[in-house]
């Protein structure tokens, strides 16, 4: 067993590479506690079950995606321009996540999908309240109740789009920004020229 990362960090390693070669139903917790090295009880230990494993996978991937976003937020000075590029971010890197693809498309990946929907609970309070400190930290001026309505609704906006895609992802992220400028009484380009104008 390698020392280098945690034994919780090399469990989700090991999970993920099998998740995304077997789907869901494919792997088994003995599985993982093979190619970590350690024995099943300890991956029991460490999770409890096979759902509570994934969970964790979904919400540590998360951490990860949001420290993409925050580096994806400090690049604009707009806000308008800022979810725009966040929203676009998210649907793209989605769309190349092994996890996700296992979830959306893996055997056993309908199992998984509450995850990310129905009982999304973590992930989404999670990314809802990274963003809110986020955008209050590079505008202070927002109203907070205002943001962490619009907020909610942009994330979820986002997620659906994730799991049932129906237009591209650029245009996906005007429509959501221009929701949240709209809301937030925050400027948004108006025309080909860009020419901030409070949205409309």
Not at 59 to 74: K, T
Not at 146 to 171: F, Q
């Amino acid at each position: 067993m390698s020392t280098g990362r945690s034994l919780r960090d090399q469990l989700l390693d090991a999970f993920t590479e099998l998740l995304t070669e077997r789907g869901y139903r494919g792997v088994r917790m003995q599985d993982v506690a093979d190619a970590v090295g350690v024995s099943r009880q300890t991956v029991y230990n460490e999770f409890g079950d096979k759902w509570r494993l994934a969970q964790a996978l979904v919400i540590r991937d998360n951490e990860a995606y949001l420290d993409g976003i925050d580096q994806v937020l400090a690049r604009h000075t707009d806000l308008y321009s800022a979810v725009e590029a966040a929203v676009s971010f998210t649907l793209r890197t989605s769309a190349d996540d092994p996890v996700k693809k296992a979830v959306l498309t893996g055997t056993g990946g309908e199992e998984l999908l509450p995850l990310l929907t129905t009982r999304a609970e973590p992930v989404l309070f999670g990314a809802k309240s990274r963003l809110i400190e986020h955008v209050l930290r590079r505008w202070p001026h927002l109203d907070p109740d205002a943001l962490t309505e619009v907020a909610d609704a942009a994330i979820r906006l986002t997620m659906s789009h994730l799991l049932l895609p129906a237009d591209p992802p650029d245009r996906v992220a005007r429509r959501i920004a221009r929701l949240v400028a709209r809301h937030l009484g925050e400027p948004c380009p108006a025309g080909p020229d860009r020419t901030a104008e409070v949205c409309q």
